[in-house]
Nanobody, 121 residues
Framework: QVQLVESGGGLVQAGGSLRLSCAASRRTVNTMGWFRQAPGKEREFVGAITYSGGITYYADSVKGRFTMSRDNAKNTVYLQMNSLKPEDTDVYYC????????????????WGQGTQVTVSS
């Protein structure tokens, strides 16, 4: 399985920005995704991007604020997060193989270890 390593999390004030990175151990042609999870809650879909980078999908809660991109030469996927809100505080996980069934997104591949994002009000 491909190994994923996230980075870029941290503490930011509301309205600020962060960029998360997810580096894969090898080339992957899958649609990759980002999910997030708060303590005691289920992991929820944030966004996904096809291999070409030409198609992206976002949860309604982040549309217009978050943008995904990928650099396949570096085997890296990015999540640019702007206009951050306190409710965006979560651990963010990179997903190696995101797929959609109906309105639901799931990861059918490996997960990264997660990176904490904390937004203060």
């Amino acid at each position: 399985q491909v190994q994923l390593v996230e980075s870029g999390g941290g503490l930011v004030q509301a309205g600020g920005s962060l960029r998360l990175s997810c580096a894969a151990s090898r080339r992957t042609v899958n649609t990759m995704g980002w999910f997030r999870q708060a303590p005691g809650k289920e992991r929820e879909f944030v966004g996904a991007i096809t291999y070409s980078g030409g198609i992206t999908y976002y949860a309604d809660s982040v549309k217009g604020r978050f943008t995904m991109s990928r650099d396949n030469a570096k085997n890296t996927v990015y999540l640019q997060m702007n206009s951050l809100k306190p409710e965006d505080t979560d651990v963010y996980y990179c997903a190696a193989e995101a797929r959609r069934t109906g309105d639901n997104w799931r990861n059918f591949g490996s997960w990264g270890q997660g990176t904490q994002v904390t937004v203060s009000s």
